[in-house]
T-cell receptor
Framework: GQQVMQIPQYQHVQEGEDFTTYCNSS?????IQWYKQRPGGHPVFLIQ?????EVKKQKRLTFQFGEAKKNSSLHITATQTTDVGTYFC????????????FGQGTILTVHP | NAGVTQTPKFQVLKTGQSMTLQCAQD?????MYWYRQDPGMGLRLIYY???????DKGEVPNGYNVSRLNKREFSLRLESAAPSQTSVYFC???????????FGPGTRLTVL
């Protein structure tokens, strides 16, 4: 099935610093999704990217899909304590039915 | 709308005991999923149900069974619990087009 590597595993930042997490695949992806999970909570969908080179923004969050559709990134500008949590990328399986393969996640800690 | 609900929230079992985790969604979604989440390993798909009446194995199905009782409900059964099944279990659902998945609050299971 699809494999996706997500780095870094952990990131500690001071409030106000930027943060980026990356997902990489050895195969071309049909699409990629991003989820956020607050400590003790459940994953919550952030966005889906479909097109090569796509860039989408949600306030301080910028999502990119690589030109070759093999990698993606999530960048947060000027982190806030509310950004704390684990960020996951997820890719669709080789077959249909919405099966997702999740990256290992990046745990973000923001120090005030 | 409650979205995706799961019961119980917490459970402690002894090795060899059995139990059923319940999941229900009120969004009229066709597809439902069971994941387990372990530290550093992201979310791994156990079983999924593309539509009412169908179920199929995911990445880590051993030791589990599922039942798609109707369109709303998808249960996960552990017939003989093992310590390796200590985990957090999430149920999710998605609608037509298989875009974002909606997750339940999770069940935190400990097997002693």
């Amino acid at each position: 099935g699809q494999q996706v590597m997500q780095i870094p595993q952990y990131q500690h930042v001071q409030e106000g610093e930027d943060f980026t997490t990356y997902c990489n695949s050895s195969t071309t992806l049909s699409n990629i999704q991003w989820y956020k999970q607050r400590p003790g909570g459940h994953p919550v969908f952030l966005i889906q990217l479909v097109k090569s080179g796509e860039v989408k923004k949600q306030k301080r969050l910028t999502f990119q899909f690589g030109e070759a559709k093999k990698n993606s990134s999530l960048h947060i500008t000027a982190t806030q304590t509310t950004d704390v949590g684990t960020y996951f990328c997820a890719v669709a399986g080789g077959t249909s039915y919405g099966k997702l393969t999740f990256g290992q996640g990046t745990i973000l800690t923001v120090h005030p | 709308n409650a979205g995706v609900t799961q019961t119980p929230k917490f459970q402690v079992l002894k090795t060899g005991q059995s139990m059923t985790l319940q999941c229900a969604q009120d969004m009229n979604h066709n597809s439902m999923y069971w994941y387990r989440q372990d530290p550093g390993m992201g979310l791994r798909l156990i079983y999924y149900s593309a539509s009412e009446g169908t179920t199929d194995k995911g990445e880590v199905p051993n030791g589990y069974n599922v039942s798609r009782l109707n369109k709303r409900e998808f249960s996960l059964r552990l017939e003989s619990a093992a310590p390796s099944q200590t985990s957090v279990y999430f149920c999710a659902s998605t609608g037509a087009g298989f875009s974002e998945q909606f997750f339940g609050p999770g069940t935190r299971l400990t097997v002693l």
